[in-house]
């Protein structure tokens, strides 16, 4: 299955509203975003996207997202490769004109990153965070805080962190799915986690 999730933390879970609604919710403007892609600075510099051809739950969202990048107005350069390409290639703090990279999917299950100290996805440590490097001492601030706070607070806190990845955004969250297993019929009292 799949859910839409408009939160920079999984849906689901508790403490997570999703604080990115109405940004990401229709109606969808695309003469506005490309107005919006123009007036941020950005002048044909080149977007790569590392594409992990035998990945199939994430090959096809390269394809989307060049797709939808190329309408507004940007320079895309999808590149396919193995997933232990992009896994390597993710790795490289070099330009792109010289083996460097934009942007490339990936996923994780929530219960690896359920809280924002655990969530690689929004930390912003800079060097010393997850590939891309996102710095925002706003985001660290808020989760020294979050480790030092009540449960009553937690939710507060959380919906701060969100607003400041949403400000500036380290990672574009598309949703979340749910692979379905098969197992024997005398197999029985199999608890769903989603």
């Not at 994780?108 to 690689?120: D, K, M, R």
Request: charged share 20%; aromatic share 10%; net charge negative.
């Amino acid at each position: 299955g799949y859910r839409t999730c408009y939160a920079m933390l999984p849906c689901g879970l508790p403490h997570t509203n999703e604080i990115g609604a109405p940004l990401m919710t229709p109606p969808r403007d695309l003469a506005r975003a490309r107005a919006a892609i123009r007036d941020s600075g950005y002048n044909g510099e080149k977007v790569v996207i590392l594409s992990p051809s035998d990945y199939p739950s994430l090959s096809p969202l390269c394809d989307v997202m060049a797709d939808l990048m190329k309408k507004l107005g940007m320079n895309v350069d999808l590149q396919d490769m193995d997933w232990g390409t992009v896994a390597q290639r993710r790795s490289s703090t070099e330009p792109v004109e010289r083996g460097g990279w934009s942007m490339f999917p990936t996923n994780g299950s929530p219960l690896a990153y359920p809280w924002p100290p655990l969530n690689t996805f929004i930390r912003g440590q800079g060097a010393k965070a997850w590939f891309g490097w996102y710095d925002n001492p706003e985001i660290e601030r808020l989760i020294a805080q979050w480790l030092d706070s009540p449960d009553a607070e937690l939710e507060s806190i959380e919906d701060a962190i969100q607003r400041s990845a949403f400000d500036s955004p380290p990672s574009l969250p598309l949703g979340q799915y749910f692979p379905h297993t098969v197992y024997r019929r005398e197999i029985t009292g199999i608890q769903q986690f989603y």
